[in-house]
């Protein structure tokens, strides 16, 4: 779909390219934005999906960016790698980011699943994705395989095959992005789904220290990681207290 898109010549003008004469600014049903709003109510990390509702969002405030545009400056660098290893570093990152959002997608049903009571059949669910909705793409064969081979499937990113692919194609996706940043491009999509799975995929993360500020200034306590039980630091002066 989208290589059509580029390939379309606009059919008023039968010389520029389609995208050069559409308006950038992306309307939207609320799909997106419900989806997001779900995660966010059941604290499922869905950052790919909600930043492509941000990008829309941003895209859509058209009179503020061509009046940004006259006062921010970007790098204004231009690319000087081989166009043949960018566009397949591209079709990298994209795959890898699309996984990430189906995971993302998938791991909401399963939370829903959990808090509502339901029973879902995720291999089912891709199928009728498969048949009857506007995403029909074949990439959902490969999900409902993966539920197919383990029902109780924690993530799609779990899925041994789905690794292994990520695993090969994920330097080409950081590649991807630090080109992007360099030339000052915004990739929300790809950036969110590259913080996904780099969480993802850490045994630790810096949210200690976010437990430590919440704990700092609102006493809000906090775990540890050598003792049970939720505790709270007396700060203040050279010295600290902790109280269980």
Known sequence: MVA??????????????????????AGQKGTGKWTSTNALDMG???????????????????????????????PGKKYRGAKKALIQAIHDALYCSK??????????????????????????????FRGGCIIRAAFLDRIRAAYDTRADLPSLL??????????????????????????????????????????????RLPAALTQGQRDFFGAHTYRRTDREGSFHTLWGGDRSEVAG
Request: glycine fraction near 6%; charge should be negative; proline fraction near 4%.
């Open 99 to 128: 996984i990430c959002s189906y995971a993302q997608g998938f791991q909401l049903m399963r939370t829903a699943q959990q808090e509502y009571g339901w029973k879902l059949n995720f291999g089912e669910i891709a199928q009728i």
């Open 44 to 74: 499922v990390p869905a950052p790919t999906i909600a930043e492509a509702v941000f990008a829309r969002c941003i895209s859509a405030i058209k009179d503020e960016r061509v009046s940004a545009s006259k006062i921010l400056k970007g």
């Open 4 to 25: 059509d898109i580029l390939k379309q010549k606009d059919p008023v003008t039968k010389k520029k390219a389609f995208v050069d004469v559409v308006l950038d600014t």
């Open 158 to 203: 779990s899925d041994e095959t789905f690794a292994q692919e990520i695993a090969a194609a994920q330097d080409d996706w950081r590649e991807v992005l630090v080109a992007a940043t360099r030339q000052g491009v915004p990739t929300p999509g790809f950036g969110a789904a590259l913080a996904y799975y780099d969480a993802l995929r850490a045994e």
